[in-house]
């Protein structure tokens, strides 16, 4: 396996990000993923932060993407234990701790990422490759339903970033964006469910939230949104884990 040149990687990095050249960093850092050894997850991870937060957006709508899809097809194990070690060590907002990881999805609406799914009382990472379906949002009008189709669409990141954020911190802290972001708070209509032909076994957790974001008159609207946290069936310690997902969800429910 050959070496890589961090110091080289990070300036080439750091000049595309800052050129808008978004895609050609997800390749560069897709060619230095192949060769890198675990024990070199730490520096690889500061380089990919360090670009993140270069341009979030940017980062998440195309150098994000083509490293996740490329990956997965290519080293999917490699990929899940970087991805295990970068959320954990690179993304955690303050005081914020992650109770439930493990393989699975998240499904919405419009769409469905599969890969890990991280959970904490504050927020769920899903990252993965997302694939769309059929487009369901219950409230929010036209602006909200087209940003739900777009796959990979900052506005529809941005407003989840901003609603889980917001009286967390002082404005000061820039959170480190990796995947796709699902709020926890305010969460309602909560169950559990087995889903599937002959299910016998519960593999989700359902609930509805409301995603403020604002539309193109600047005028605030609220998109309800359906969510399902999927675990994996073949994990051994499933319904332990559904149990505790949805218990974070009902202690961070909407008042009744």
Same mark, same amino acid.
């Given at each position: 396996m050959g070496k890589v040149d961090f110091e080289?990687? &990070?300036?080439?990095?750091?000049?595309?990000?800052?050129?808008?050249?978004?895609? =050609?960093?997800?390749?560069?850092?897709?060619?230095?993923?192949?060769?890198?050894?675990?024990?070199?997850?730490?520096?690889?991870?500061?380089?990919?932060?360090d670009a993140i937060l270069i341009d979030p957006a940017m980062f998440s709508e195309k150098a994000y993407i083509l490293f996740d899809k490329m990956m997965r097809a290519r080293k999917a194990?490699?990929?899940?234990?970087?991805? &295990?070690?970068?959320?954990?060590?690179?993304?955690?907002?303050?005081?914020?701790e992650f109770a439930v990881v493990c393989d699975g999805w998240v499904e919405t609406g419009k769409s469905v990422i599969k890969g890990q799914v991280f959970v904490s009382d504050l927020r769920i990472i899903a990252t993965g490759v997302q694939e769309a #379906?059929?487009? &369901?949002?219950?409230?929010?009008?036209v602006f909200a339903f087209l940003s739900l189709i777009q796959l990979g669409s900052y506005m529809y990141n941005k407003s989840i970033m901003e609603q889980i954020t917001k009286g967390i911190t002082d404005g000061s802290?820039?959170?480190?964006?990796?995947?796709?972001?699902?709020?926890?708070?305010?969460?309602?209509?909560?169950?559990?469910?087995?889903?599937?032909? &002959?299910?016998?076994?519960? !593999?989700?957790?359902?609930?509805?939230?409301?995603?403020?974001?604002?539309?193109?008159?600047?005028?605030?609207?609220?998109? !309800?949104? =359906?969510?399902?946290?999927?675990?994996?069936? #073949? !994990?051994?310690d499933i319904q332990a884990k559904l149990d505790k997902i949805e218990g974070i969800v009902r202690t961070n429910a909407k008042a009744v």
């Open positions: 080289k990687l &990070r300036k080439v990095v750091m000049e595309k990000m800052n050129k808008g050249k978004s895609g =050609d960093v997800g390749n560069e850092l897709r060619k230095a993923f192949e060769k890198i050894e675990t024990s070199e997850f730490q520096i690889f991870g500061e380089i990919m932060k194990e490699k990929l899940a234990e970087f991805e &295990r070690f970068f959320v954990q060590n690179f993304c955690k907002l303050p005081g914020e #379906k059929k487009a &369901r949002v219950s409230g929010g009008g802290y820039t959170m480190v964006n990796y995947g796709v972001l699902y709020p926890i708070r305010g969460g309602y209509n909560i169950e559990q469910e087995a889903k599937g032909f &002959r299910a016998k076994q519960n !593999d989700r957790v359902n609930f509805q939230v409301d995603v403020p974001y604002k539309n193109k008159k600047g005028q605030e609207e609220i998109a !309800d949104i =359906d969510v399902s946290v999927v675990v994996n069936i #073949k !994990d051994p």
